[in-house]
Antibody, heavy 113, light 112 residues
Framework: QVQLKESGPGLVQPSQTLSLTCTVS????????VHWVRQPPGKGLEWMGV???????DYNSALKPRLSISRDTSKSQVFLTMNSLQTEDTGIYYC???????WGQGVMVTVSS | DVVMTQTPVSLSVSLGGQVSISCRSS???????????LSWYLQKPGQSPQLLIY???NRFSGISDRFSGSGSGTDFTLKISRVEPDDLGVYYC?????????FGSGTKLEIK
């Protein structure tokens, strides 16, 4: 059964670094791509980046200076790290497989002091 | 970046009715490999998005034939027939042809 689950701190202070983990099961990270998508409260979807099955990454150019995606295939985990957080980074962060029908439940991140 | 423009912003439809949602891209979504990577997602209240349609007109496994996608190049449409209560939510188009991947701003479907 394919599952993805995001985890991480719910509250981050402005200018600090966000670290999220996407733990997957039911498939191998070396066979499928994992994307990160975020959604500000009451707003639409924003693609953040992807780690390809081969390990390469691509990022939204608007976030690229602040964003890093990596993985640990032995633990079936994908990591998102984003620095210099601002209030506009508040929202729900999702990981998903291949931008298909397997999405995590999302994790709400609030940037506030 | 490819800008995806969805219209209308919201729709109100009676049960059993039919609706169409338009999605236009600022650039052609035809990939060099000949495929057109245009998908439709539905996000029900409080849930993660779910895939309805991929590559313009292919229904994802288990998706009702009441949902149909069409279009080409830069102009795409999602049609929902015989609307049911479970269809309410926000519909997004998304393109996977050019990076960064981009989504439309969403169309909220309400049931009268």
């Amino acid at each position: 059964q394919v599952q993805l689950k995001e985890s991480g701190p719910g509250l981050v202070q402005p200018s600090q670094t966000l670290s999220l983990t996407c733990t997957v099961s039911g498939f191998s990270l070396t066979s499928y791509n994992v994307h990160w998508v975020r959604q500000p409260p009451g707003k639409g979807l924003e693609w953040m980046g992807v780690i390809w099955s081969g390990g390469n990454t691509d990022y939204n150019s608007a976030l690229k200076p602040r964003l890093s995606i990596s993985r640990d295939t032995s633990k079936s985990q994908v990591f998102l790290t984003m620095n210099s957080l601002q209030t506009e980074d508040t929202g729900i962060y999702y990981c998903n497989r291949n931008l298909g029908n397997y999405w995590g439940q999302g994790v709400m991140v609030t940037v506030s002091s | 970046d490819v800008v995806m423009t969805q219209t209308p912003v919201s729709l109100s439809v009676s049960l059993g009715g039919q609706v169409s949602i338009s999605c236009r891209s600022s650039q052609s979504l035809v990939h060099n490999n000949g495929n057109t990577y245009l998908s439709w997602y539905l996000q029900k209240p409080g849930q993660s998005p779910q895939l309805l349609i991929y590559k313009v007109s292919n229904r994802f496994s288990g998706i009702s034939d009441r949902f149909s996608g069409s279009g080409s190049g830069t102009d795409f449409t999602l049609k929902i027939s015989r609307v049911e209560p479970d269809d309410l939510g926000v519909y997004y188009c998304g393109q996977g042809t050019q990076y960064p991947l981009t989504f439309g701003s969403g169309t909220k479907l309400e049931i009268k």
